[in-house]
T-cell receptor, first 119, second 111 residues
Framework: EAGVTQFPSHSVIEKGQTVTLRCDPI?????LYWYRRVMGKEIKFLLH????????ESGMPNNRFLAERTGGTYSTLKVQPAELEDSGVYFC?????????????????FGPGTRLTVL | KNQVEQSPQSLIILEGKNCTLQ??????????LRWYKQDTGRGPVSLTI?????NTKSNGRYTATLDADTKQSSLHITASQLSDSASYIC??????????FGKGTTLSVSS
């Protein structure tokens, strides 16, 4: 079974340009998460989809970031316009929709990440 | 403030030796604690997940402990192998969905 995939693996863009990252979760996983790690810092939560709905977007840094998950399958994260501080590795993760009793486990499977460099 | 602190920041050991990585957290309300292994260029992969009622959990040569009273966890690696070289990340889940990540410990196993 294929794991979580992300595209592209690397992206180098200039400040002010637009970049769109894509995540394909494990088939059948209703939950999809976006995370980001900037250099020297820990991985931080950006947002969480349940199917096509945004469950929690409290980690989105500002309105230059737009995440979508049309149809509840793959997701895109667009940064427009990109700034220098947006550089980092963007991870996507997915998990199954568990029963309430098991919800606390909710193991998340991570993709390999997209390394974004804004020059 | 929800925080996860890991030590040491980096560690170098010889192949075959054991090591222990530490994690202290201040997270509330606590749901569970996870240890992930992240190889260079890859995403994190789960090693163990423990709730507050679990004191220890093993996964092969990896053994995680949790002391919910002192809010400390450790990951013990036995008989290290070259393939254990990676970043080990302690992650605490806040009740709900949010995961709070530590910065990780970079382990290098040399022959």
């Amino acid at each position: 079974e294929a794991g979580v995939t992300q595209f592209p693996s690397h992206s180098v863009i200039e400040k002010g340009q637009t970049v769109t990252l894509r995540c394909d979760p494990i088939s059948g996983h209703d939950n999809l998460y976006w995370y980001r790690r900037v250099m020297g810092k820990e991985i931080k939560f950006l947002l969480h989809f349940v199917k096509e709905s945004k469950q929690d977007e409290s980690g989105m840094p500002n309105n230059r970031f737009l995440a979508e998950r049309t149809g509840g399958t793959y997701s895109t994260l667009k940064v427009q316009p990109a700034e220098l501080e947006d550089s980092g590795v963007y991870f996507c993760a997915s998990s199954q929709e568990g029963a309430e009793a098991r919800a606390s486990y909710n193991e998340q499977f991570f993709g390999p990440g997209t390394r974004l460099t804004v020059l | 403030k929800n925080q996860v602190e890991q030590s040491p920041q980096s560690l170098i050991i010889l192949e075959g030796k054991n090591c222990t990585l530490q994690c202290n957290y201040t997270v509330s309300p606590f749901s569970n604690l996870r240890w992930y292994k992240q190889d260079t260029g890859r995403g994190p992969v789960s090693l163990t997940i423990m709730t507050f009622s679990e004191n220890t959990k093993s996964n092969g040569r990896y053994t995680a402990t949790l002391d919910a009273d002192t809010k400390q966890s450790s990951l013990h690696i036995t008989a290290s192998q070259l393939s254990d070289s990676a970043s080990y990340i302690c992650v605490v889940r806040v009740a709900g969905t949010a995961l709070i990540f530590g910065k990780g410990t970079t382990l290098s196993v040399s022959s």
